[in-house]
């Protein structure tokens, strides 16, 4: 029993002993487990802070720098995305606005084509060998001899697909012709404007020069050897005019402008010839007041006669001899009863020998027949073609030998 007793204490001390170790290694354990759990939760020290804090940053600014790469990616590909929408627009519209260009030229050609055969046609018309107001070449409406011709019904219009052109036909032969004006003729122009008279022969004789071959100056004209002493110089054409402005260029009228247009020196659209030439008026100087300018009675292309049935009374008064009775007669005979030239009652002169009918005296007549006709073959066509919202203004200058029209010049605006 004893025996037995010491075994059980000696086993009893043996799970003591075994419970004890467990005990104090659960105590080594979770010491070294608080040890760990106090090293991950004391604090850090200030350096360690900062390298921490310096990795947040940069990893920040990483994240930063690359959402701006993205959103600039995003706009460069955007703008490159909306010009070339732009520009493919553009192109789309050169496209059609080309294609409209070639229809506008070939719809205002067949215009022209249309005003040519209209004009032959009323050189057929019998008791219609003069040219007047009251024809459908300036009326667009069948005259008194034209109502059984084939012009009845004929509007001065086209329309050829989704394209439309009107015309408009006005003689030259209602002004003079600048290049073949003789002297008597542009003297007589410029003194009914009330050019002072000093200036009269300079400005005519520089005409004249202007347009003629030769080295030599007239009396008051003006060659080479005056314009190139000008600043900027530059030479005399010696050739006939091809637009009328070319006069802004000559001798007289270069210091003048309004001689060309009319009117008076503020009332001029361009000065730059006046400017550049260093012609400019002195402050406060009274300017020159033109009832017309050279441009409204003159003409680079006609026959170089004046027809007294289509000229103005502008017109009519610079003929030498003509004075303004004289005009009054004239623009009263031609109007008929009603008073009204372009009307189907109107009496245009057949020729120029019914100028006595008019109340114009044999002897004036004479004189002034040299200048005048009754009929034009000279003619500007302006035509006016629309394509959808576009509109240009195209010109042609038609030449008239009988039933025959050549056109000898076809231009636009630009």
Same mark, same amino acid.
């Given at each position: 029993m004893k025996l037995s007793v010491n075994l059980l204490s000696e086993r009893g001390s043996a799970t003591r002993g075994h419970v004890l170790m467990q005990e104090t290694c659960g105590a080594n354990h979770g010491a070294r487990r608080a040890r760990t @759990?106090?090293?991950?939760?004391?604090?850090?020290?200030? /350096?360690?802070?900062r390298s921490v804090a310096a990795k947040q940053m940069e990893g920040n600014s990483s994240d930063g720098f690359a959402l701006i790469i993205v959103m600039l990616a995003i706009f460069v %590909? &955007?703008?490159?995305?909306? *010009? #070339?929408? @732009? &520009?493919?627009?553009?192109?789309?519209?050169? /496209?059609? !606005?080309?294609?409209?260009?070639?229809?506008?030229?070939? %719809?205002?050609?067949?215009?022209?084509?249309?005003?040519?055969?209209?004009? &032959?046609?009323?050189? !057929?018309?019998?008791?219609?060998? *003069?040219?007047?107001?009251? $024809?459908?070449?300036? !009326?667009?409406? /069948?005259?008194p001899f034209e109502t059984n011709s084939v012009l009845v019904g004929v509007p001065q219009s086209i329309q050829l697909g989704d394209g439309t052109a009107t015309y408009k036909i006005i003689d030259l032969e209602r002004y003079a012709n600048i290049n073949v004006a003789p002297t008597p003729l542009l003297q007589q122009a410029l003194t009914v404007m009330g050019v002072d008279a000093d200036e009269v022969s300079i400005v005519s004789d520089s005409i004249q020069d202007w347009v003629q071959a030769g080295d030599s100056p007239r009396i008051a004209g003006a060659k080479n050897d005056y314009y190139q002493s000008l600043n900027p110089p530059y030479?005399?054409?010696? &050739?006939?005019?091809?637009?009328?402005?070319? #006069?802004?260029?000559?001798?007289?009228?270069?210091?003048?402008?309004?001689?060309? *247009?009319?009117?008076?020196?503020?009332?001029? =659209?361009?000065?730059? @010839?006046?400017? $550049?030439?260093? @012609?400019?008026?002195s402050p406060g100087e009274q300017? =020159?007041?033109?009832?017309?300018?050279?441009?409204?009675?003159?003409?680079?292309f006609s026959t170089g006669q004046i027809n007294i049935n289509t000229a103005d009374a502008n017109t009519l008064q610079i003929i030498p001899g003509v004075d303004t009775n004289t005009?009054?007669?004239?623009? $009263? *005979?031609?109007?008929?009863p009603s008073g009204d030239a372009t009307g189907p009652d109107a009496t245009p002169f057949q020729n120029v020998g019914q100028l006595s009918a008019a109340g114009i005296s044999p002897a004036a007549a004479q004189a002034i027949s040299r200048y005048c006709t009754t009929s034009s073959s000279t003619f500007k066509v302006i035509v006016t073609a629309t394509i959808a919202q576009d509109t240009r203004t195209f010109y042609a200058i038609l030449f008239q030998a009988g039933a025959k029209v050549e056109v000898v010049d076809f231009y636009w605006d630009e």
């Amino acid at each position: 029993m004893k025996l037995s007793v010491n075994l059980l204490s000696e086993r009893g001390s043996a799970t003591r002993g075994h419970v004890l170790m467990q005990e104090t290694c659960g105590a080594n354990h979770g010491a070294r487990r608080a040890r760990t @759990f106090l090293r991950l939760t004391e604090p850090r020290s200030a /350096a360690a802070c900062r390298s921490v804090a310096a990795k947040q940053m940069e990893g920040n600014s990483s994240d930063g720098f690359a959402l701006i790469i993205v959103m600039l990616a995003i706009f460069v %590909l &955007a703008s490159m995305a909306a *010009y #070339l929408a @732009f &520009a493919m627009k553009v192109e789309t519209k050169l /496209a059609v !606005t080309a294609g409209d260009d070639q229809k506008m030229i070939w %719809l205002a050609r067949s215009a022209v084509e249309e005003a040519r055969w209209g004009l &032959a046609q009323e050189k !057929t018309i019998p008791n219609q060998q *003069y040219t007047a107001l009251n $024809q459908w070449w300036a !009326t667009g409406v /069948a005259g008194p001899f034209e109502t059984n011709s084939v012009l009845v019904g004929v509007p001065q219009s086209i329309q050829l697909g989704d394209g439309t052109a009107t015309y408009k036909i006005i003689d030259l032969e209602r002004y003079a012709n600048i290049n073949v004006a003789p002297t008597p003729l542009l003297q007589q122009a410029l003194t009914v404007m009330g050019v002072d008279a000093d200036e009269v022969s300079i400005v005519s004789d520089s005409i004249q020069d202007w347009v003629q071959a030769g080295d030599s100056p007239r009396i008051a004209g003006a060659k080479n050897d005056y314009y190139q002493s000008l600043n900027p110089p530059y030479n005399c054409k010696e &050739a006939p005019i091809d637009d009328m402005s070319e #006069l802004l260029l000559v001798r007289g009228i270069a210091d003048d402008p309004a001689i060309y *247009y009319g009117g008076s020196l503020p009332n001029i =659209p361009a000065s730059r @010839f006046q400017h $550049q030439l260093g @012609f400019a008026g002195s402050p406060g100087e009274q300017p =020159p007041q033109y009832p017309f300018g050279l441009k409204d009675v003159f003409t680079p292309f006609s026959t170089g006669q004046i027809n007294i049935n289509t000229a103005d009374a502008n017109t009519l008064q610079i003929i030498p001899g003509v004075d303004t009775n004289t005009v009054a007669a004239i623009l $009263q *005979y031609r109007a008929g009863p009603s008073g009204d030239a372009t009307g189907p009652d109107a009496t245009p002169f057949q020729n120029v020998g019914q100028l006595s009918a008019a109340g114009i005296s044999p002897a004036a007549a004479q004189a002034i027949s040299r200048y005048c006709t009754t009929s034009s073959s000279t003619f500007k066509v302006i035509v006016t073609a629309t394509i959808a919202q576009d509109t240009r203004t195209f010109y042609a200058i038609l030449f008239q030998a009988g039933a025959k029209v050549e056109v000898v010049d076809f231009y636009w605006d630009e």
